[in-house]
Every structure is written in C-alpha cells, then in structure tokens.
T-cell receptor, first 116, second 111 residues
Framework: KAGVTQTPRYLIKTRGQQVTLSCSPISGHRSVSWYQQTPGQGLQFLFEYFSETQRNKGNFPGRFSGRQFSNSRSEMNVSTLELGDSALYLC???????????????FGAGSRLTVL | KQEVTQIPAALSVPEGENLVLNCSFTDSAIYNLQWFRQDPGKGLTSLLLIQSSQREQTSGRLNASLDKSSGRSTLYIAASQPGDSATYLCAVESGNTPLVFGKGTRLSVIA
C-alpha cells in the first residue's frame, strides 16, 4: 500500500512569507502528526489531528497552524516565516493516534524548508 | 515532563562489529518505546516497538531491550554492515502526550 506522502519535498522562501505543506496519510489512517526537525533541537512535536480535530498541540507560536480534511489529508501552514523556521517538517500517520498505547507511526520523507 | 536522552551522539565502528546504542528516559510510566532509523535527508523508518509489558523485541540482526524501572533501553546491532549507517532515534509514548524523541545516535559503519 502507498506510504505517507508529503509535498513539496523541498522549498525555499524568504522571511515574512507564508508556506503550506501537505501530508497524505496511509489509506485508513485517521491520525496525522506533524514534527519539526532541526539539528539543534531534534524532533519537536507540532500538532496531531485525528478525524479532523486537533487532538494535541506542541509548544510552538500561533504562526504554526494546521488542519485535517475529511479524507484525512492534512496541511500545515506557517505564516510570517522567520530564519529559524528552516527545518525538515515531517508528518506521520497512524490508525489509532498518539497516546493510544499501541501506536506505530509511519513517517513521510519530509518537506525541507529553507527560509532566506 | 518526559525527556529522552541518547548516548553516544555519534559512533563509528568497523564492519562486522557488534554494537549497542543507548536510550534513557525520565518518566518510567510509559506505554511503549520505539526505535527508528533515519537516513540523511529522509523520513523515519520504524525498526522495533516494545510495549511497556515487554522486556525485548527482535528483528533480524536487531534486538531492543527495555528496563522500565531504570528508564533505559538499548538497541543491539549484530554484525554491523555499511548499510546500517544512519541515525538511530528512540521515542517514548506515555500518558496523554505525543511521542517524545531523543536526538539520536549517528552511526557510521566503516567497510
């Protein structure tokens, strides 16, 4: 079966712009989680969506937002980009969702964002 | 707040050597612990998941153990190969919080 698909894979933006990243989960998975990965901070949780509802949110400013559609596809948006937003953004899908106790996340290849 | 630490941050070994990667966590009330592999510029691939009631899991040349009481897990790789070169991350699921990741161990296996 198809894996988790993230688009675009690479993008370059300038400070102050906004960006939208997309994630298509594995068919049948209802949960999509987003993580930011940087060399200094490692993987940091952004948010999780389950059946179109945000179930959990990490400690990121309000410039970071997301949503999930009825087909479980998810998008995340970052507004007013800053240099520090340069990172690999990973999404992961699962059937049961996080904190379910029997959770195996399947990750996409990521979207590499560079902010100039 | 759960914190996950991985030691060492980087490791270089000759091909064929057996090796151990370490992971420690601060809150022992976990649901499970997972080990992932990440190749450069790529996403994460799940290697092993150990439920809190289990002591170890094995897959091929990989063996992961879990000691909840001491807050530790190890990933044992037998007969390492150059293709094992990657960053290995452990992650812990607990309470009502999402997976918390360590910063990983970057492994280089030299032919």
């Amino acid at each position: 079966k198809a894996g988790v698909t993230q688009t675009p894979r690479y993008l370059i933006k300038t400070r102050g712009q906004q960006v939208t990243l997309s994630c298509s989960p594995i068919s049948g998975h209802r949960s999509v989680s987003w993580y930011q990965q940087t060399p200094g901070q490692g993987l940091q949780f952004l948010f999780e969506y389950f059946s179109e509802t945000q179930r959990n949110k990490g400690n990121f400013p309000g410039r970071f937002s997301g949503r999930q559609f009825s087909n479980s596809r998810s998008e995340m948006n970052v507004s007013t980009l800053e240099l520090g937003d340069s990172a690999l953004y990973l999404c992961a899908s699962s059937w049961a969702g996080q904190a379910s106790g029997a959770n195996v996340l399947t990750f996409g290849a990521g979207s590499r964002l560079t902010v100039l | 707040k759960q914190e996950v630490t991985q030691i060492p941050a980087a490791l270089s070994v000759p091909e064929g050597e057996n090796l151990v990667l370490n992971c420690s966590f601060t809150d022992s009330a976990i649901y499970n612990l997972q080990w992932f592999r990440q190749d450069p510029g790529k996403g994460l691939t799940s290697l092993l998941l150990i439920q809190s009631s289990q002591r170890e899991q094995t897959s091929g040349r990989l063996n992961a153990s879990l000691d909840k009481s001491s807050g530790r897990s190890t990933l044992y790789i037998a007969a390492s190969q150059p293709g094992d070169s990657a960053t290995y991350l452990c992650a812990v699921e607990s309470g009502n919080t999402p997976l918390v990741f360590g910063k990983g161990t970057r492994l280089s296996v030299i032919a």
